[in-house]
């Protein structure tokens, strides 16, 4: 069962980042690690970048820098591709999201601007609020997939990577369901070339990747890989996936704060939250399609965390509202309200009021930048299929048939830390400490 340490491959050459959608996200990202390369920035955020691991006993004082533990690629060894339906370059296309500032972004011009999407898979139906001419023409989905491929070898050849990683940044399609097309791989090849409805543009890129052995993350709710033909086919090609929607501003928190709620055994009545961002992410969601995406996304995370089930008279009747807001003069500077009511002792109520003035994508893209190493050391690894311990990263976790997915930060962090020191050999830390005492 254990993927011993040998078993790791070397990170040796360059890695690929294979992004899709070229907007506020990707640019952050990108600019970031050009002038973290630089020294002129510092990758505060990135657990790959600034986090120790702790190993053994406290008492042995052995906390490792987690990117001198474990064999991940370098900044250095990072090389970009992406695909938009606007042709702008990276460093138009980050002037534009106007999350960085000018002078930052001058420092890295040349690197961004080498940056230069390769048209589009991209269908209206899915994201109804967006039009722009960077788009491939094709007969037939499979066609697109076919041209997503020829687009991977030829970055692969002028770039020379040795790995690639595909991680979509690209905007929240319509709320779909799994449809039969979506159950068996047979089904949904037949799907792509008969141009069923049901393959959103995010399964031709997925399906591109896997079929050329890249691995898949999803930073939007898409439903994507989550889907039974997609899952067989990165287990057909021995590959990761992992998704969905990353967790950043509003439910980052509601993740941090409801276990500790939860932990003291105080009720809950209501959860308000709200959200006004004026970003080209917020224009998409105002779509009432693309916005029922993201809410499922949203909501799910109050219920597995506080388990009405096992406490209902703790939890069973939560009024819990999301919205979102589309709010141009906000740009990509959120403002995410929670009211929080929650109730003590004796059913006292009480109320707690969270205001968190975020900023979109400058909390995402350290997301991004562990997502691309931790999913290549998983390929490296030979780790296939869904990697549940990658949900720290993700609102809504894919887990396997059946079981719940865990929202809890602090769990999700430990099962991460815990499955690098599984994957390098060390023993497990269950915090039981009991040896301190004897
Ligand atoms: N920023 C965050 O905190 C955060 C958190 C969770 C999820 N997300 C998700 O990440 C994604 C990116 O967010 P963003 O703020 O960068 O949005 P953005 O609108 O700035 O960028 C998305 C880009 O994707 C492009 N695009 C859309 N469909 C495409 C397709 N089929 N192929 C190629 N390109 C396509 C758009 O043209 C746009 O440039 C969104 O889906 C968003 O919901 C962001």
Redesign the pocket.
Known sequence: MSPKPSKIAPSEGKLGVLL?????????FIAGVEAVKKKIARPFGSMTQMGHIRLGKRTEKRSPLIQEFVPLAKLTDLAFCS????PENAYE?ALK?GVLERSLLTEVREDLEGVK?FP????RN??RK?N?PNQKKGRTKMDLADQLQGDFRKFQETERVKRMVMV??????VYLQPKPVHQTLRAFEKGLKENDPDIP??MV?AYAALKSRIPYAN????LTTDVPALLELAHEMKMPVSGK?????QTLMKTIVAPGLKARYLGLSGWFSTNILG???G???DDPESFKT?EESKLGVLDTILQPELYPELYGKIHHKVRINYYPPRG?N?EGWDNIDIFGWLGYPMQLKLDFLCR??I??APLVLDLVLYMDLAQRAEMKGIQEWLSFYY?SPMTAPGLYPEHNLFIQEMKLKNTLRYLMGEEQITHLGLEYYE
């Open positions: 899709v959608g070229l907007g506020a996200v990707s640019t952050t695909w938009d339906i606007f296309s999201s999407p589009a898979v991209f269908d899915y994201v967006l722009g979509w940044c690209g905007s929240t399609e543009s995010s890129y930073g939007a709710p898409n929607d990353f967790k950043t501003g970003n080209r992410d224009e998409v969601l993201k990509d959120k979109d994508s909390l995402a609102k």
